[in-house]
């Protein structure tokens, strides 16, 4: 059983921060990145609604990980 829902972020072209759940079919986006943890809550609890954690592989309480994208950088020598 897992205890932790990991989640991968990035951030659009268009602007917008987009999670996508690392094993469980979860996605979700946002302008903001405050915004983004509360539509990650939301879309969990919409994930794991009317299902048995144990049924998804989950514990009772699973936390969430947000992992963060950050585009590469321009060095100037």
Not at 8 to 35: F, M, N, Q, R, W
Request: no cysteine; aromatic share 6%.
């Amino acid at each position: 059983m897992k205890s932790i829902i990991q989640f991968s972020i990035t951030k659009e072209p268009e602007g917008y921060y987009v999670a996508s759940g690392i094993g469980h079919p979860i996605v979700t986006d946002s302008k903001t990145l405050e915004e983004l943890q509360d539509n990650i809550q939301n879309a969990v609890s919409l994930y794991t609604e009317g299902e048995g954690l144990a049924s998804l592989g989950l514990t009772h309480k699973p936390s969430l990980l947000m992992n963060i994208e950050i585009s590469t950088l321009d060095y100037v020598a």
